[in-house]
């Protein structure tokens, strides 16, 4: 039985949230609340809307409808500074315009918190160096980021999210590129830095039994304005999946080991 959760420790809350694009409607009237110490995934089909979903819970874009609040705030009424040192959020690809030392781009997620002339602390390179030593990064510190191959690019990238020490954290297909080790690894990072008082994390993925293995909590979208939320392995059932793809799934046990693979035909 799930503890009943204290309204205090709520850290991200959709009222009624409504988004659309163009004529199709991707989510309708969505309300739910996500709560401190949960790790989300975001699932659906291509086009469901996780994208979106994301961005307006990070406040990049606005709703048709309804609203998002954090801290029981709306999103609308903080202020940039205050936001970024409360949420962070990891895009689905990032561009390097120029050449720079990995360090130095993880260190950029650091601005939030620098004072006076803007110059960073040793606590803000101590923090940059945790971030690459919880992804297996230490070694790339001094990489030329423009060397790097997608995969480790996009590590790099989840080092920067969680170097910028936002209790919230909203990560846009942060597996992608990656091969299944580092795919592992990097969910188990997270479960690590997700386990410390105050943080909540969201995370859009197509791997529906590794978010079954690492996930707290689900999310899934229907593509038709619909949604399912709460403890992972009620949500990322064969029947709702099934239905939200539009392909039949099937749930294999092994002992204590379950999988969701594609029903014979």
């Known amino acids: 039985m799930m503890k009943a959760h204290d309204a205090s420790h709520a850290a991200l809350s959709a009222q009624r949230l409504t988004l659309r694009a163009g004529t199709r409607t991707l989510l309708e009237a969505f309300t739910h609340t996500f709560y401190e110490g949960e790790l989300w995934c975001v699932a659906g089909p291509n086009g469901a809307g996780k994208t979106t979903l994301l961005a307006t819970l990070a406040g990049l874009l606005q709703p048709s409808a309804g609203q998002v609040e954090l801290d029981g705030v709306r999103l609308a009424d903080w ?83 969680l170097c910028q020490d936002a209790p919230l954290l909203l990560l846009d297909e942060p597996l992608s590129h990656l091969d299944l080790h580092h795919q592992i690894d990097c969910l188990e990072a997270l479960g690590v830095w997700a386990h410390e008082p105050g943080r909540t994390v969201l995370f859009s993925c197509h791997d529906l039994n590794l978010a ?54």
């Open 79 to 161: 202020q940039p500074l205050p936001l970024a040192q409360r949420r962070a959020l990891m895009p689905q690809s990032a561009a390097d315009a120029f050449s720079a030392s990995v360090l130095d781009i993880v260190m950029l997620n650091r601005f939030p918190h620098l004072t006076g002339w803007g110059w960073e602390r040793e606590a803000d390179r101590d923090a940059a160096h945790a971030a690459l030593e919880l992804l297996g990064l230490a070694a790339f510190a001094t990489r030329d980021v423009l060397s790097l191959s997608g995969g480790e690019r996009q590590r790099v990238a989840l080092a920067a999210v």
């Open 212 to 265: 079954r293995r690492f996930a707290t909590h689900a999310l899934l979208l229907d593509g038709d304005g619909g949604a399912y939320a709460g403890p992972v392995h009620d949500v990322l059932t064969p029947a709702l999946t099934s239905r939200a793809f539009g392909y039949p799934l099937i749930l294999i046990r092994d002992g204590e080991h379950e999988a969701l693979i594609p029903a014979p035909r």
